[in-house]
Nanobody, 125 residues
Framework: VQLQASGGGLVQAGDSLRLSCAASGRTFSSYDMGWFCQAPGKEREFVAAIAWTGSTDYRNSVKGRFTISRDNAKNTVYLQMNSLKPEDTAVYYC????????????????????WGQGTLVTVSS
């Protein structure tokens, strides 16, 4: 499985961005997918996830601002980021669990077997 993340950039506080993650593989519809971020000097942490069933989850600080979605026909998962804040500045990584069997551990890095290269989001104040 290969993952290609895109859509990052430099924006101002309050702006929006949509990140995309294109995945290889013929069974994308059975993957659980996640987005994580890593700010400078910090550990990589959970942002949002979407199960193969369509269930979603978010960390508290992005609830109501970020939306994760997927298009199985395009093998792509999206992260719509609205009302961006300077503290959202980070490299964002998409991740895949092709087995779709660890949803109960979706916030953990170790629940995902494949990772994209990351896309940088910078939010200026």
């Amino acid at each position: 499985v290969q993952l290609q993340a895109s859509g990052g950039g430099l924006v101002q506080a309050g702006d929006s961005l949509r990140l995309s993650c294109a995945a290889s593989g013929r069974t994308f519809s059975s993957y659980d997918m996640g987005w994580f971020c890593q700010a400078p000097g910090k550990e990589r942490e959970f942002v949002a996830a979407i199960a193969w069933t369509g269930s979603t989850d978010y960390r508290n600080s992005v609830k109501g601002r970020f939306t994760i979605s997927r298009d199985n026909a395009k093998n792509t998962v999206y992260l719509q980021m609205n009302s961006l804040k300077p503290e959202d500045t980070a490299v964002y990584y998409c991740a895949a669990d092709p087995n779709g069997s660890r949803w109960y551990l979706r916030t953990r890095l170790t629940s995902y077997d494949y990772w994209g290269q990351g896309t940088l989001v910078t939010v200026s104040s």
